[in-house]
């Protein structure tokens, strides 16, 4: 399910300018084309994870971008981390 | 619900700032997205935002001190965490460059890394959603109508008859294209029926005002009456009326469902006398001498 841009800017509750700024930094990445980008659910949480670093937790510019990297490096881990495991498991069960 | 005093840690005469400065703490340690595997952090999350959202407003928390209103009223509207998507397999912002170290030739982790890269590679593409209007008798007879995509092509849509507002059309593989040998995804194209200068549809059915003159309405005859399917003539009875209906049987929209020999709605005809527009001579000398059409009192009905 894809959400335009208007919808998303409704729901994720940001206005063009911060958007834009998010996108530039890589924060947000819709996919779609430039003059109509998509948005995703996976992208409203996490406008509103951005929005709770920046306001809850006074996290700085630099700062969001640093843990969101890491955010992105541990679901990568953990996803890897279950294929390995659903892997072995799988091996393990021919024996 | 806790006390959000004891929930935030604070004294009951905290500063604001006081309140902050804990709720910051809670909020480090319990955020769900900072905590990916732990499914109590959400709870303890969402009681410390509740309690925060409490006393952080001045107004709230004199009213809570006051015994006014109980922690219960804080409540947050619910929100889908970053970390309930992350883990699905075709996520944009996923990044396995964190452990790239660890795979070498031919090991196992090397080889789920591969499948996992190639997996993301081939990803299929999403769906795209657009909306189509359909002229009224498009939708009543079928028909095929090009639909602009955003990029600059087109796309063929076949209309099947009988189509309503907000019926959806998926056209398989006409989405966005798939990364590497990824199916694309569909396009849902929602169609919105336009309305028509004269036939309405309810149903099944197809209604149609008919004007008809005065001497068709007293001495009933053939006239030509439009049909979503083109023009028909229908025989008008003697001493027809305004609002007498008529039904054209199997001439509305073929009923859909069905399959084979379901066959169609009804045209349902409401004949309306009209009078020439201009004043004549002939007519008001014939109605001035028409003792019938003087007894006759259409508004007897409405006298109580």
């Known amino acids: ?45 996490r406008a509103a994870l951005i929005r709770d670093l920046r306001h809850d937790l006074d996290v700085n510019d630099p700062g ?3 843990i969101l990297s890491l955010i992105d490096q541990v679901h990568g881990l953990r996803r890897t981390l279950a294929d390995v495991l659903r892997d072995m498991h799988e091996r393990g069960g021919r024996d | 619900m806790r006390d959000p005093y004891e929930i935030l840690g604070v004294e009951k005469s905290a ?39 409490l006393l952080s407003d001045p107004d709230k928390r004199a009213r809570f001190d006051r015994g006014e209103i109980d922690a219960t009223g804080a409540e947050r509207p619910q929100q889908r965490f970053y970390r309930d998507f992350a883990a699905e397999p075709d996520h944009a912002y996923t990044d396995a ?15 789920i890394l591969r499948r996992q890269a190639q997996a993301r590679a081939n990803a299929p593409g999403p769906d795209l959603h657009y909306r189509l209007p359909v002229a009224f008798l498009d939708a009543v ?17 076949k209309i099947p008859a009988g189509i ?46 008919l004007p008809i003159s005065l001497s068709e309405a007293v ?4 006239v030509p009456v439009p049909t979503p399917t083109g023009p028909v003539m229908m025989r008008v009875p003697k001493n027809a009326n305004t609002g007498t209906t008529l039904r054209l049987k ?46 006759y009192d259409p508004r007897r009905e409405m006298q109580s």
Do not use: C
């Open chain 2, 164 to 209: 309503e507002t907000g019926q959806v059309l998926r056209l398989r593989g006409k989405g966005a294209p798939g990364r590497g040998s990824g199916k694309p995804g569909d396009a849902l194209v929602e169609i919105e029926v336009m309305p028509h200068r004269f036939f309405t549809r309810t149903g099944d059915d197809i209604h149609l005002e």
């Open chain 1, 64 to 66: 969001i971008g640093v």
């Open chain 2, 15 to 53: 500063s604001p700032d006081d309140i902050r400065k804990s709720y910051r703490k809670l909020a480090k340690k319990f955020h769900p997205d900072l905590n990916p595997g732990n499914k109590k952090a959400e709870e303890q999350f969402k009681e410390a935002s509740s309690a925060y959202d």
């Open chain 2, 141 to 157: 007879n079928g028909g095929t109508m090009r639909l602009n995509v955003p990029d600059g092509g087109t796309l063929e849509v």
């Open chain 1, 1 to 45: 399910m894809t959400i335009t841009r208007q919808e998303f800017l409704m729901r994720a509750n940001l206005d063009e300018g911060t958007l834009e700024a998010w996108v530039a930094e890589e924060w947000l990445i819709p996919t779609g084309t430039a003059t109509e980008p998509a948005f995703s659910d996976a992208d409203v949480a």
């Open chain 2, 219 to 222: 001495l009933g005859g053939e």
């Open chain 2, 250 to 295: 199997g001439k509305g929209v073929r009923r859909h469902g069905g399959g084979q020999g379901a066959g169609h709605g009804d045209e349902l005809v409401r004949l309306k006398v009209m009078l020439p527009p201009a004043p004549d001579p002939e007519l008001e000398k014939f109605a001035a001498g028409w003792q019938a059409g003087k007894s």
């Open chain 2, 97 to 111: 460059s964190g452990f790239e170290d660890f795979a070498t030739e031919n090991d196992l982790f090397a080889e």
